[in-house]
């Protein structure tokens, strides 16, 4: 398949959960947020030079693919895994930049506020990832493994889950410390007993 019929079908698809359209790169920061989030996901591309409605657009000056390399290698702590390719069609250049899902989780990007965030991919949407979603992605990094034991905390937690509920209605419910509800609720996630899903703009957690 040559450069126009490949990147024509990517095209087809749409932004969705792996794809991200970026038409001109102004600012590494905001693009490191696409980086953050493929990262913390399933890994993705951003076709760089594309227009939101498909159209190409192209890469217009050395200054933008320095700011991609920017973007990945000094504005994502840890740094993220990611593939440059370049495209000439119709004489304009694309880069199909291909982020790895990192198994360093999680991957901040640093905003121009100077803080460090990191984000999931929800459909076509970068999202600030939640503190519960941080702290499960920690534990992960534990070399020695985490143990859950069932305390009466832990019964008081999972009393208040009846429903979705977000994590500040955990925290009223439960009358547990912010806190320790985050460390409980992502211990319980990663042991199967919880699980998220986001929806109207927040995160939610229920048993499962």
């Known amino acids: 398949m040559d450069d126009k019929r490949y990147l024509l079908s ?10 991200d359209f970026k038409y001109r790169v102004s600012d590494a920061c905001k693009l490191a947020k696409s ?10 591309r951003l076709l760089i030079g594309v227009r939101d409605d498909g ?8 200054e933008e693919i320095y700011m991609m390399h920017q973007a990945a290698y000094k504005y994502c702590r ?8 370049t495209y000439h069609v119709e004489g304009r250049t694309i ?3 291909t982020v790895s899902p990192s198994d360093r989780r999680p991957v901040f990007a640093i905003g ?22 941080l702290a499960v992605w920690r534990d992960a990094q534990k070399p020695q493994g985490t143990m859950m034991t069932y305390t009466d905390t832990v019964r008081k ?15 009223r419910r439960s009358a547990i410390p912010r806190p320790k509800v985050i460390t409980l609720l992502a211990r319980l996630i990663r ?7 986001y929806k109207d703009q927040q995160f939610l957690f229920t048993q499962r």
């Open 10 to 19: 990517l095209i087809r698809e749409g932004e969705h959960q792996q794809q």
């Open 35 to 44: 980086v953050s989030a493929f990262a913390n996901t399933n890994g993705g």
């Open 55 to 62: 159209h190409l657009s192209g890469v217009r000056s050395e």
């Open 78 to 85: 840890p740094e993220a895994s990611i593939k440059f390719d």
């Open 95 to 97: 880069v199909i930049a």
């Open 112 to 133: 121009d506020d100077g803080q460090s965030r990191a984000y999931i991919r929800i459909a076509d949407e970068n999202i600030v990832a939640s503190p519960v979603l």
């Open 157 to 171: 937690l999972l009393d208040a889950m009846t429903g979705w509920q977000t994590l500040n209605q955990l925290v």
């Open 191 to 197: 042991f199967g007993v919880a699980q998220w899903e």
